[in-house]
């Protein structure tokens, strides 16, 4: 065979192999929030994944905030071009119930812990939907002034009681969580807020307990309000979301401590679009990314609590920071000894109703 062949043979060769590699290379579309959040998942979940798996490509797609809509339409059409969905709990349901993600069975498709607890009961009562993976906890809750206060707030009572904690409050404007903590420092037992605020009398004991602060509060309709408001000195104690707070405590060192009692849960976590033409290599990503290590990394770079209790011992330092982030998860045992998580059956049924009560009640 003479130099010119075996050129040829190689040259088609390389071309064969060539259209192989790109047969199996893949991109993977995943939808998320973008920020500092999509920026822990790369770090976490997306990078070592593609690291491992040299022909995957993620690539991400900031739409999280209109996801449902988006995913209604792509349906509708006939042509879904996301391959995987973050989504808050509540989303994920209700994507579920339209039949539009797959249902997932959590134990065949998803890792066992490492001491071979199965994955449903590892992400336990966090499994909201059969359609829905758990992957992080984030919360409502309060941060206060250190430096305005006579002694620390301990109590999620203490927003309520003037007296020893004189000072606007920033609360959110809506029943959600407002109504709750009302009832609870009203003397509800917390395993029967809901039984209590199903009914007239019950919403009406809720606003009455807030009347008692109504004066001292500014209402706030965006997250990053709260920390603007404690930074200027404006309020003494306000709600927001966890991670709001710690970027005030650990990154700009603002005299703020957290009160976490009775701080409300809220979930996040991934649906698999119904459609999506790539399900196989999905449910690998899955596999890898919702197991206890790679929850417990996301905690370098983010203040939210990994979904998986065998997750939680394995949270370390921010990875720039240097930091402990134990401390400033919300999931973490001595932050999470009283809590509620959002109860989305009660609100998608009374929400509503008890929008119009709160409104109502804030134009009095």
Known sequence: MNNFMRSMIAAAVMITFGFVGQAMAKDLVVVSWGGAYTASQQNAYHAPYMKQNSGIKIINDDSAGTAVAKLRAMNKAG?????????????????????????????????????????????????????????????????????????????????????????????????????????????????????????????????????????????????????????????????????????????????????????????????????????????????????????ADQSKWISYGPARASSAPLVGKHATLGIDMAPHMPTDPNNAKTTLLTNYAFWADNKDDLDAKFNAWLLK
């Not at 590892?122 to 993976?133: A, N, P, Q, R, Y």
């Not at 606003?207 to 603007?228: E, R």
């Open 79 to 295: 042509n879904v071009t996301w391959d995987l969905i973050d989504v808050v709990a509540a989303d994920g349901m209700r994507l579920c119930d339209e039949g539009l993600v797959e249902v997932i069975n959590h134990d065949k498709d998803l890792a066992a812990a490492p001491d071979g607890t199965s994955a449903s009961k590892d992400f336990g009562g966090l499994i909201v939907s059969e359609c829905f993976i758990p992957q992080i906890v984030y919360s409502t809750t309060f941060g206060y002034r250190t430096d305005k206060v006579s002694r620390p707030m301990t109590s999620i009572c203490d927003v309520f009681d003037t007296k020893s904690f004189p000072g606007k409050r920033s609360l959110q404007k809506s029943p959600l969580g407002n109504m709750e903590w009302a009832l609870i420092c009203d003397g509800v037992a917390p395993d029967k807020i809901f039984d209590v605020l199903g009914t007239s009398k019950g919403a009406e004991r809720a606003l009455a307990k807030l009347d008692t602060i109504k004066s001292d509060v500014v209402w706030w309709t965006a997250g990053a309000q709260t920390p603007q408001l404690l930074a200027d000195g404006e309020v003494v104690v306000g709600s927001t979301y966890n991670g709001r707070l710690f970027k005030m405590i650990a990154v700009d060192k603002q005299p703020v401590a957290m009160l976490w009692d009775w701080q409300i849960f809220d979930l996040d976590g991934w649906v698999v679009p119904k459609g999506t033409k790539n399900k196989a290599e999905v449910m690998k990503y899955l596999r890898f990314a919702t197991d206890t290590q790679r929850l």
